[in-house]
């Protein structure tokens, strides 16, 4: 790739509807082969805290938003309500290390869920870890927390304004007092301990100058319990291969070493094992042909869930003799999707996609059936997992109308029961779920999920809001969202539509939507949103459409190439940019979903549906407002101011195209629940307004 800067100079925008801030354009030209492509926005990809002239463009950008989205009267009421909503008791599934219990929860408004510990499960009342004490605004937040396997330390992390990027602390809880180790350059991990909990295997990045900016070269290391992180001893390096991760796990009983090794975002991995008597890692699985997840171990054998010669999901098991690894296959592929797995209680307990609906299966060690657990309706489930000596699991459930409560399965009489009941305020006994079935560009059959009020009419007149990801094999399943029951109470119709790029169907969906396939995504999620015209539920203008990350990607590639067929869009922290994404933080693992535009056959791909670069000036695009954060290190904020720019330089007509751009805020993981009651209630009042509702 060829680039030349030749000159500056200024562009405003179409009057006199909106009075966008005035964006300076640069003629900058790369060449990919053989191919000239214009950027005149690349000093927007400039950190914003870095560079003066970037933050005066955000400020700027967001005081127009600000002015626009404060004029809409029925704002505070929205906000109102969606502080109603947010407000009620939240619970995770109680969980134990030895003889000691854990929970998270949230009184309804608290900026960050808190840590509680007890002595059994209906007594956890013991504050362990309050996250909402780590700063006044709410912008630090626990990235991760692991105890070790007896109960006796926790290790926890702690991100700032968003980031990936976290700092570890560890404390005794026999004592309570602090362990002396503060550890860094750790992203994307979690504690592997021992089962002694003399220490634990963990990923981090060798440190560059003391900061670290590009995410590459993760290392496996092993910290020793009480000791600095400069103590830590490296057990697994590999420079020649820059691009993989490392992600470590120890079973339960026994104490093998298990370590996934991906390249990229691939969703196929490679595997080293070292058992309880050896001292180094060696190869198992040494290629990238298949996908392995260790989901637990007894004694010499080990059982993993994998899509080896299996796209829908199968389990095998692994035992260990000498020098010898017999392989059994123990649960063969089926017609559902397998989607988690897990060794405990002497059984196997499995979650299965039925039509991207949960279904859940019990059986015996050598993988025969034994029972299947009952679902309160289509949703989605979750947990099942514990130690080899559990009688009793927790698992969680939860849809679009039904808030997430907390059941127990006695795995050996296979009974079920509620424990815990979420009370959300608000009456949801009118909402329905329907789940039907779009044909797509190719005659493939997309899920297509539809929640309502009951008695909604198909007059083809009503606000819909379609949502849509779409990619790195990644299922978007039913769950519960409190702003969702806020816009149905709003008298909006929500719609998901399950396409291909995410793993609904196995990994032959995910490949139907990536690399040279991705323009599928695309039309599976257009096919939906004709699909929902056809069929009455709404129409052109009363139609939105949106998603965050690569589902911002989505968003924007089909604004930009059916900017007809919406009445707002609605692209959140998204990959804009198919041309540069890999020469930021972690963009370049994405290639492996996406491609990348150094390949001479996925360039004019990557090219064709890249939405900062098929804007076409001159064309009257919907209601638009872009959401990102201004320190967002995974999806980084140049993508989204790049788009919105160009978005405005664009556009011709009254429709609003804003970017709102919140400070100190990432990717979206750790927002404090203030923040994001103030985000939804913002893009309520933007849809609230340009539907016409």
């Not at 949703?379 to 849809?399: C, E, L």
């Not at 990557?606 to 201004?630: A, E, F, I, Q």
């Not at 993508?639 to 990717?667: C, D, W, Y």
Request: aromatic residues 12%.
């Amino acid at each position: 790739m060829l680039t030349f800067v030749l000159s500056l100079f200024y562009s405003g925008y179409v009057e006199p509807i909106h009075d966008y801030p005035e964006t300076r354009r640069e003629i900058v030209v790369d060449t990919f082969h053989g191919q000239e492509v214009s950027d005149p926005y690349r000093w927007l990809e400039d950190d914003v805290r870095k560079n003066e002239e970037v933050a005066a463009w955000v400020d700027a950008e967001n005081i127009v938003t600000r002015e626009y989205l404060d004029s809409i009267e029925v704002l505070p009421e929205i906000d109102k309500a969606l502080t109603n909503a947010w407000n009620y008791p939240k619970q995770g599934s109680p969980f134990h290390r030895g003889t000691r219990w854990f929970q998270s929860r949230n009184t309804g408004l608290q900026n960050h869920s808190v840590l509680y510990t007890g002595d059994s499960p209906k007594n956890i009342n013991e504050v362990l870890l309050d996250p909402n004490s780590f700063s006044e605004d709410g912008t630090r937040a626990l990235s991760m927390y692991s105890p070790s396997p007896e109960g006796t330390y926790l290790t926890w992390g702690i991100s700032d304004a968003g980031s990936d990027w976290s700092v570890w602390y560890s404390k005794n809880l026999i004592t309570g007092e602090p362990l002396p180790e503060v550890m860094r350059d750790i992203k994307t991990s979690s504690p592997a301990w021992l089962p002694d909990e003399t220490g634990f295997y963990y990923s981090r990045y060798p440190k560059t100058n003391g900061h670290i900016e590009t995410t590459n070269g993760q290392q496996l290391w092993f910290h020793t319990v009480g000791t600095e992180q400069s103590e830590d001893k490296l057990i697994w390096s590999d420079p020649e291969h820059p691009d993989r991760f490392y992600g470590a796990s120890v079973t339960k009983d026994g104490g093998w070493l298990v370590v996934s090794v991906s390249e990229g975002t691939s969703s196929n991995n490679a595997l080293l094992v070292k058992g309880p008597n050896e001292s180094e890692l060696r190869w198992q699985v040494p290629n990238f042909v298949a996908s392995f997840e260790l989901i637990g171990g007894i004694g010499n054998t080990l059982w993993f869930k994998t899509d080896d010669k299996a796209p829908r999901g199968k389990i095998i098991s692994v035992t260990f003799e000498d020098s010898h690894a017999l392989v059994k296959d123990v649960i063969p592929e089926q017609k559902n999707i397998l989607r988690g797995a897990d060794v405990v209680g002497g059984k196997i307990t499995a979650t299965w996609l039925e039509d991207a609906s949960t279904k859940a299966t019990v059986h015996s060690l050598d993988g025969n059936e034994l029972y299947t657990v009952k679902m309160p309706g289509i949703g989605t489930a979750g947990g099942f997992g514990g130690h080899n000596d559990d009688q009793v699991v927790y698992w969680s459930y939860s849809s679009y109308n039904y808030p997430p409560s907390t059941f127990t399965l006695d795995l050996n009489s296979g009974k079920t029961e509620l424990f815990w009941k979420t009370a959300f305020p608000l009456d949801l006994s009118e909402m329905v779920v329907q789940r039907s079935f779009v044909t797509s560009s190719d005659g493939a059959k997309v899920p297509l999920f539809i929640v309502s009020h009951k008695d909604t009419v198909l007059d083809g007149n009503n606000p819909v809001l379609l949502y849509g990801y779409g990619g790195f094999d990644i299922s978007i399943l039913p769950y519960f969202s409190p702003s969702r029951a806020v816009w149905m109470k709003m008298g909006g119709v929500y719609a998901v539509a399950c396409i291909r790029g995410g793993s609904e169907y196995g990994k032959e969906w995910h490949e139907g939507g990536m690399l040279a396939n991705k323009q599928q995504v695309f039309d599976d999620f257009i096919a939906s949103a004709e699909w929902l015209i056809e069929h009455k539920w709404t129409n052109t203008n009363k139609l939105a459409i949106q998603g965050g990350s690569n589902g911002g990607l989505l968003v924007g590639a089909c604004m930009t190439q059916r900017p007809d067929l919406f009445g707002a869009c609605l692209p959140a922290v998204g990959v804009m940019d198919m041309l540069r994404f890999p020469l930021f933080t972690v963009g370049w693992a994405w290639t492996s979903d996406y491609g990348s535009p150094d390949d001479p056959d996925m360039f004019p791909i990557l090219y064709g549906y890249s939405p900062y670069h098929n804007l076409k000036k001159g064309t009257s695009y919907p209601p638009t407002l872009v959401t990102t954060g201004d320190t967002d290190d995974r999806v980084v904020p140049g993508h989204s101011f790049k788009f919105a720019a160009a978005l405005q330089h664009a556009h011709v007509g009254a429709n609003p195209v804003m970017i709102r751009i919140e400070t100190r805020a990432g990717h979206g993981a750790g927002k404090p629940t203030k923040l994001r009651i103030e985000e939804a209630a913002d893009v309520y009042a933007f849809l609230y307004e340009a539907l016409g509702m």
